[in-house]
């Protein structure tokens, strides 16, 4: 099993910029993507940002042009910048591993699903 270790959330008036940080403790490998979530008001969670395994990503309209999802390889630390940061970004912040399963080498690795804990974002107006 995966961990994930979220930092970063906090409180910030709004306009301030925020970074998140999600560190894995392995990340295998077989092809994967890493998102970050928010609870938002409905059921289940919304997706902020996802980067996949060839570094392609794709935003939430709601955050298009003022977060950036990257990850750091090196360290297997997700990121989440956020700038321009608004009341309605309040939210709780959960990262997101899923890796496919794989054959690799004669190997076959299952598939594999983390949740971080959640970090707090709250902005005020």
């Known amino acids: 099993q995966v961990h994930l270790a979220e930092s970063g959330g906090g409180s910030v008036q709004a306009g301030e910029s925020l970074t998140l940080s999600c560190a894995a403790s392995?990340?295998?490998?077989?092809?994967?993507?890493m998102s970050w979530y928010r609870r938002a008001q409905g059921p289940g969670r919304e997706i902020v940002a996802r980067i996949d395994s060839n570094g392609r990503t794709t935003y939430a309209d709601a955050v298009q042009g003022r977060f950036t999802i990257s990850l750091n390889n090196a360290n297997n630390t997700l990121s989440l910048h956020m700038n321009s940061l608004r009341p309605d970004d309040t939210d709780i912040y959960y990262c997101?591993?899923?890796?496919?399963?794989?054959?690799?080498?004669?190997?076959?690795?299952?598939?594999?699903?983390?949740w971080g804990q959640g970090t707090q974002v709250t902005v005020s107006s």
């Open positions: 392995v990340i295998g490998v077989c092809p994967y993507d």
């Open positions: 997101h591993l899923n890796q496919h399963g794989c054959n690799e080498g004669g190997t076959y690795y299952s598939a594999i699903s983390s």
